[in-house]
């Protein structure tokens, strides 16, 4: 058993009769009254995401995990192929327990946490961020570059985020895998 102040990012907690990761979370001490956590918590059976506020010293049942490296394969329909890059052993998951599975690159690899009781995978975590070839992307209007302005630019894995005005098709983009947001563009 561990109590709120073993709270962190990615910790993976057993909360009414489901196991949540934690994707955020925020120790609260106000002026009047108890500290407590605010949390938002991920489904790993269905991806449902929902806000939890739990009080100080309120014991959470964490479960074991264990991480391994696997290599995406390739995408059939909802479903996802991965290959265990230490033994070659196949996996295939359903796209809710993926958090971006639109900038999942074929060849990406990606770590996978496991329940270590019964040895399921629970989640895939994605690099902090991945580069990406842009595929389409509507010319930009020359004098109109001043501003923020943005376009949607179609990726090379099927995605679209949106650019800034300079960006054309062929140039590789970094594109950061927690929000879907557009980070700089990458020279080759």
Do not use: W
Not at 21 to 41: C, D, M
Not at 71 to 95: C, K, S, V
Not at 116 to 125: G, Q
Not at 166 to 181: L, P, R, Y
């Amino acid at each position: 058993m561990a109590s709120t102040s073993d709270i962190r990012k990615g910790l993976c907690i057993r909360y009414n009769n489901d196991i949540y990761k934690i994707i955020e979370f925020l120790h609260v001490k106000p002026g009047k009254g108890p500290a407590f956590v605010r949390t938002k918590l991920k489904s790993v059976s269905n991806g449902k995401v929902l806000d939890n506020t739990f009080s100080a010293g309120h014991k959470i049942e964490d479960v074991r995990v264990e991480t391994r490296s696997y290599q995406y394969l390739y995408a059939d329909g909802e479903t996802y192929h991965f290959m265990n890059t230490d033994d070659y052993n196949q996996i295939t998951l359903q796209e809710s327990t993926l958090d971006a599975p639109g900038l999942l690159k074929e060849g990406e690899v990606v770590t996978i946490l496991f329940n270590t009781e019964d040895n399921m995978p629970l989640s895939v975590d994605m690099p902090a961020s991945v580069i990406l070839e842009v595929t389409y992307a509507e010319p930009g209007v020359k004098g109109n570059t001043a501003t923020n302005a943005t376009k949607p630019a179609k990726v090379e894995t099927g995605a679209e985020v949106n650019v800034p005005l300079f960006i054309n098709e062929g140039d590789k983009i970094k594109v950061d895998t927690a929000s879907g947001s557009y980070m700089e563009r990458v020279k080759d």
